[in-house]
Nanobody
Framework: VQLQASGGGLVQAGGSLRLSCATS????????MGWFRQAPGKEREFVAAVSRSGSSTYYADSVKGRFTISRDNAKNTVYLELNKLKPEDTALYYC????????????????WGQGTLVTVSS
């Protein structure tokens, strides 16, 4: 599956953005999907996940209550709405098919596709 994230940009603290990730292929709806991010000098971290149907969502504690993940299976697209942004949210954001590995959401494949950069100024 190919992954193309978009929607990033420069925003002031407290602002909002909506990220999109378009995927190729007809099998999008069989995957749980997630968003991850990688800040400069830091390891990539889990942000949010959504179940195949979109009925269940999961969030990292650092974004809970501020970010919302959703998906449109008809459009093969997963979204991440970012609200109340903080400078520490600055990172390159990626989407990926995910699975639950133990008690952690992890990428299903070793493939990330193109991320989208979110920069939050203070």
């Amino acid at each position: 599956v190919q992954l193309q994230a978009s929607g990033g940009g420069l925003v002031q603290a407290g602002g909002s953005l909506r990220l999109s990730c378009a995927t190729s292929g007809r099998t999008f709806s069989i995957y749980d999907m997630g968003w991850f991010r990688q800040a400069p000098g830091k390891e990539r971290e889990f942000v949010a996940a959504v179940s195949r149907s979109g009925s269940s969502t999961y969030y990292a504690d650092s974004v809970k209550g501020r970010f919302t993940i959703s998906r449109d299976n008809a459009k093969n697209t997963v979204y991440l709405e970012l609200n109340k942004l903080k400078p520490e949210d600055t990172a390159l954001y990626y989407c990926a098919p995910v699975r639950l590995g133990g008690n952690k959401w992890v990428p299903l494949y070793d493939y990330w596709g193109q991320g989208t950069l979110v920069t939050v100024s203070s």
